[in-house]
């Protein structure tokens, strides 16, 4: 069964440095999210992109973050200047464009990161 | 505000056994719910969607219910195994056009053998 990849599964970094966190949707999906969770708390919608646009983004998803479809398969995540508060784990998902609201979104295992 | 609200926090149950989770929301306008399962570690997966229309839905050893006009849903695990032991997390989505996604905090569920 198709799956959604994301790469790296850990990513540390230095407080202020620059981060993408890199995402393989399903190939013939194409609607594409964004979602973090910090440790212990629930899931957090950050981002959806749509027909390379975003179509929708939430509170958290400020100047410090974008997301680039660069080819046909990618899907990244940039944040500039990471700030300790960034630490959590990332999530992308992917679902099919037939029926929006009834298809199944996609996760995948997600990114851990970890700002020091 | 809208919210997901999941009861209970967490719940542990003999293997074989049945249990019933529940999930109250707030969410409006309401496109449709959803139950997913999260293994820690792991992404969350999808087990059922219902529009408004829908009251009842079924995944295998999984059937989830919903009733729209008091914004209740639940999910039932019959004969319940060693591997459903995750996070059952109750997902609503408010808007139709780009399928934002409320996730709910989850419950989390332990069977023991």
Redesign the interface.
Known sequence: EPEVTQTPSHQVTQMGQEVILRCVPISNHLYFYWYRQILGQKVEFLVSFYNNEISEKSEIFDDQFSVERPDGSNFTLKIRSTKLEDSAMYFCASSAPQGLGNQPQHFGDGTRLSIL | KNQVEQSPQSLIILEGKNCTLQCNYTVSPF??L?WYKQDT??????LT?M?FSENTKSNGRYTATLDADTKQSSLHITASQLSDSASY?CVV?G????????????TRLQVFP
């Open positions: 496109s449709n959803r570690g792991r992404g969350p997966v999808s969607i529009t997390i989505s808007n139709y056009n780009t399928d934002k996604l409320i996730f709910g905090t989850g």
